[in-house]
């Protein structure tokens, strides 16, 4: 079998853990219509195996799960229906996936990458790949961010990792355009304004390929401290630009809100020969 080369990359919001059942979110039905509608249907072949940055593992350094048998699914999170406690990604692990990321970032000038052969999958990645691949047989790698580093650090990670693509992996960073917990509203119909800016910024800067601006948004996006408190669900972005080359052409997949203060844009970044 000829294995398939995967031109892109993709930056999916999952917001809240709440996504994983609630039917009255867009971005659920748009994650639920990814392989259909976004990644090409039935007579695409699936990835070899996917990479998943998620912010909602952080660590000093790069790590990856390198999981034999199944991958553990991780209920990070606190005060939900119990309904979502039940919920399985029952996906195998990828340690050659992780042994072959460790490769490739050491041979980059990363010089230090870990290795977890127990830790699972977080809700950052189960639960959109829940939505986005239901089967749960495509093996998966779990990589960490490093919040005590830069956007640029984030796509350099990124950077490295793109010859993977020629391999047939699927790269996957997993976070929120926006995410500010302090800003959520009880109610959808009025966005804070501040994240409407922010979001509205990194659109136009992705769109019109500005990845410079986005790797310094600190600096150069409106009301950045206030969308992103904490740069965690933010640098899978910077990762997923790295892995689609200096000509990729972004183009906004998703878009909707939650709580006034979440963003659901996501973001694919195809190759350009």
């Known amino acids: 079998m000829v294995q398939a080369k995967v031109k ?46 998620s912010g909602h593992w952080e660590t000093d350094y790069p790590t990856v799960n390198a999981v034999s048998g199944t991958c553990d699914t991780i209920y990070d999170f606190y005060g939900f229906p119990r309904e979502m406690y039940k919920l ?69 990670l990124g950077k490295a990792l793109a010859p993977l693509k020629e391999e047939g992996v699927l790269i996957i960073g997993s976070g929120s355009a926006t995410h ?12 804070a304004s501040a994240a409407l800016e922010f ?20 600096e150069r996006a409106p009301h950045a401290k206030v969308a992103h408190p904490s740069p965690d669900h933010f640098y899978p972005l910077h990762v997923a630009i790295g892995a689609s080359g200096e000509n990729a052409k972004a183009e906004l997949i998703h ?14 970044f195809t190759t350009t020969e």
């Not at 990359?9 to 609630?22: C, F, K, N, Q």
């Not at 500010?180 to 009880?186: V, Y």
């Open 8 to 53: 892109e990359t993709y930056y999916i919001s999952h917001g809240s853990p709440t996504l994983s059942i609630d039917d009255s979110l867009p971005a659920r039905g748009f994650l639920k219509s990814f392989r259909d509608t976004v990644y090409g249907g039935p007579q695409r072949p699936p990835p070899t195996s996917i990479l998943i940055i």
């Open 88 to 156: 399985k990604y029952p996906a195998p692990g990828a340690p050659q996936l992780a042994t072959r990321v460790k490769e490739l970032l050491m041979a980059s000038g990363f010089q230090r990458v870990g290795v977890d052969k127990k830790r699972g999958l977080d809700h950052g990645a189960w639960v959109p790949l829940m939505l986005m691949f239901p089967e749960a047989d495509i093996p998966v790698c779990q990589l960490s961010v490093q919040t005590n580093r830069d956007g640029t650090y984030h796509y350099n």
């Open 180 to 191: 500010n917990m302090r800003a959520l509203r009880s109610r959808d119909d009025s966005i």
């Open 199 to 218: 979001d509205t910024w990194l659109k136009d800067a992705l769109l019109d390929g500005r990845y410079e601006d986005v790797n310094h948004y600190e």
């Open 255 to 268: 878009h909707s809100w939650q709580l006034g203060a979440f963003s659901y844009a996501s973001y694919k």
